[in-house]
Nanobody, 126 residues
Framework: VQLVESGGGLVQAGGSLRLSCAAFGLLPSSYCMGWFRQAPGKEREGVAFIDSGGSTRYADSVKGRFTVSEDNAKNTLYLQMNSLKPEDTAMYYC?????????????????????WGQGTQVTVSS
């Protein structure tokens, strides 16, 4: 499956952005899809995931501010980001796998076998 992100940009602290990830190709009936982010000089970290059963999981740093959702008819994953902070500045990557357990927080790792998008930059100014 090919993943293409969009929706990044420059926003002031406290503002909102919605990222989209369009999936091209056949998604398996069971899947895990979500978002990682990577700030300059830092490791890629998991942000939010959703599985084929609709269960969602979030990093503590974004709980209550970010919402991950999907539109199955459009094969598109979304990340609604509200109350953005300068520390949210990063390249955001969409990731997908047929291995549903990878949606568990304890499994989040960029070393896992995911399909990756090319990334979209989010910059939050103070």
């Amino acid at each position: 499956v090919q993943l293409v992100e969009s929706g990044g940009g420059l926003v002031q602290a406290g503002g909102s952005l919605r990222l989209s990830c369009a999936a091209f190709g056949l998604l398996p009936s069971s899947y895990c899809m979500g978002w990682f982010r990577q700030a300059p000089g830092k490791e890629r970290e998991g942000v939010a995931f959703i599985d084929s059963g609709g269960s969602t999981r979030y990093a503590d740093s974004v709980k209550g501010r970010f919402t991950v959702s999907e539109d199955n008819a459009k094969n598109t994953l979304y990340l609604q980001m509200n109350s953005l902070k300068p520390e949210d500045t990063a390249m955001y990557y969409c990731a997908a796998t047929s291995f549903v357990p990878y949606c568990r927080v304890s499994y989040w790792s960029p070393l896992r076998t995911y399909s990756w998008g090319q990334g979209t930059q989010v910059t939050v100014s103070s």
